[in-house]
C-alpha cells in the first residue's frame, strides 16, 4: 500500500523559534501533497494545497508567511512554522494524492506531528 | 451551516452490536465519499472510498451514500473493541483541487 511518512512526529520547541515537519511519500510519486491542522476532539482542517514544483494553495485564513510550504520534489513536501507561538501548538497531519490511481481522489496520511510551543 | 454535518459522539456499543456513524452534507456536487478510521494520536486511515450513490461492503465494514438525500453511513457488523477510534467521513467534488472536507469525526467505543 501507499504509505507516507512524517518526522518528527513530535516536537517541543520555545516561543519564536521556527520548527520544519517533513512529509514523504515512500513508495509512490506525490503530485500533490496537503497539510491539515487538527485541535485535541476536533476534525481536520486544510491548511493548504501543495503541488510539485509550484507555490502552495493556501485556505482562507491560514497566513503564509507563517506556514511556509515547501514542495521540492515528487515525494517531499515540508512545513515550517515560522517564529512559532504557544497558539501555534496543534496537531500537523499531511496527505499525500496518488496520482494516476484508479481513485484520484484518495489521499493517502502521515502519521502526524504533534506540535508544542512553549 | 457547515458543509459536512456528524454527530461528535461518544457513541457506545457493547462488543458484537452492529454499529451505524452518519454524515450529512449540504453540497450536492459532492461526488466522492470516504470514511477514515483516526486512533488517537495517529493519521487517518482509509476504511471506505465511494464514488457517486449506492452501496459498498468490505469485510464488516459497508457504506453506504444516497445523494437524493445527501447522506452517507458507515456501518460496522460484528463490532469489536479495536474497532474503538474516531470515524471521520470525507467527501469531495469532482475537480483539480481534490480537496477533502471531513465531518467533525464520530468518537466510538465498544465495550467488551
Known amino acids: 500500500g501507499a504509505v507516507v511518512s512524517q518526522h518528527p512526529s513530535r516536537v517541543i520547541c520555545k516561543s519564536g523559534t521556527s520548527v520544519k515537519i517533513e512529509c514523504r511519500s515512500l513508495?509512490?510519486?506525490?503530485?500533490?501533497m496537503f497539510w491539515y491542522r487538527q485541535f485535541p476532539k476536533k476534525s481536520l482542517m486544510l491548511m493548504a494545497t501543495s503541488n510539485e514544483g509550484s507555490k502552495a494553495t493556501y485556505e482562507q485564513g491560514v497566513e503564509k508567511d507563517k506556514f511556509l510550504i515547501n514542495h521540492a520534489s515528487l515525494t517531499l513536501s515540508t512545513l515550517t512554522v515560522t517564529s512559532a507561538h504557544p497558539e501555534d501548538s496543534s496537531f500537523y497531519i499531511c496527505?499525500?494524492?496518488?496520482?494516476?490511481?484508479?481513485?484520484?481522489?484518495?489521499?493517502?496520511f502521515g502519521p502526524g506531528t504533534r506540535l508544542t510551543v512553549l | 451551516q457547515k458543509e459536512v454535518e456528524q454527530d461528535p459522539g461518544p457513541l457506545s456499543v457493547p462488543e458484537g452490536a452492529i454499529v451505524s456513524l452518519n454524515c450529512t452534507y449540504s453540497?450536492?456536487?459532492?461526488?466522492?465519499f470516504m470514511w477514515y478510521r483516526q486512533y488517537s494520536r495517529k493519521g487517518p486511515e482509509l476504511l471506505m472510498y465511494?464514488?457517486?450513490?449506492g452501496n459498498k461492503e468490505d469485510g464488516r465494514f459497508t457504506a453506504q451514500v444516497d445523494k437524493s438525500s445527501k447522506y452517507i453511513s458507515l456501518f460496522i457488523r460484528d463490532s469489536q473493541p479495536s474497532d474503538s477510534a474516531t470515524y471521520l467521513c470525507?467527501?469531495?467534488?469532482?475537480?483539480?483541487?481534490?480537496?477533502?472536507?471531513f465531518g467533525s469525526g464520530t468518537r466510538l467505543l465498544v465495550r467488551p
Open positions: 465511494t464514488y457517486s450513490s
Open positions: 470525507a467527501m469531495s467534488r469532482m475537480d483539480s483541487s481534490y480537496k477533502l472536507i
Open positions: 453540497n450536492s456536487a459532492f461526488q466522492y
Open positions: 513508495d509512490f510519486q506525490a503530485t500533490t
Open positions: 496527505s499525500a494524492r496518488l496520482a494516476g490511481g484508479p481513485r484520484g481522489n484518495e489521499q493517502f
